[in-house]
């Protein structure tokens, strides 16, 4: 097999784990999330021959990194059509990725994933971790979507980190 793709999607897979954990958004977003991992790495990692990244390589510019925003944060859209005077004018959401004009962002109230133009980000608002929303964060379901076995169930791991930690060597200083 060829082992720099294999380690360029394990580095593309810590991320998505990484951004799903931090986010409130659900496994089933792990999609979005690839891209958005993929879209962020593109633009800040350093190929070591060429000493640019793989957008300077193929743009012929540096990229601009001020915008770049984190995956599932809260964000508002503008609403562009029902402008009447008591109608809400935004619509709640969380970021996901960005397409080629747009951000792609979760909706909130129609549950539908669908790009903006006009998107607010939230900075600094991340939900505090285990405060997302009500979904579950689940190993298991994102060893399935990717079609990963894994033989021990999630207390499995928890009991097993917690005999390693209780037998470790003690630190000496």
């Known amino acids: 097999m060829n082992g720099v793709a294999e380690r360029k999607n394990k580095t593309l897979i810590e ?102 133009y006009h998107v607010d980000v939230q900075r600094y608002s991340m939900p505090p971790l285990g405060k997302g929303l009500d979904w579950m964060f689940n190993y298991s379901d994102l060893f399935d979507s990717f079609n990963i076995s894994h033989e021990y169930s999630d207390d499995h791991v928890v009991i097993e980190m917690m005999y390693d930690a209780r037998n470790a060597p003690d630190e000496q200083v």
């Open 15 to 116: 991320a998505v784990k990484t951004m799903l954990a931090d986010s409130s958004l659900p496994v089933q977003f792990w999609n979005e999330a690839i891209a958005n991992a993929c879209y962020t790495l593109n633009r800040v990692l350093i190929v070591k021959r060429h000493v640019k990244t793989f957008f300077e390589l193929f743009e012929n510019r540096k990229s601009n990194l001020k915008y770049l925003e984190p995956f599932g944060v809260p964000c508002t859209m503008l609403k562009r059509y029902e402008q009447s005077k008591f109608n809400e004018k935004v619509e709640e959401g969380y970021f996901a990725r960005y397409s080629t004009s747009n951000k792609r962002v979760y909706n909130k109230s129609s549950h539908t994933m669908k790009e903006w």
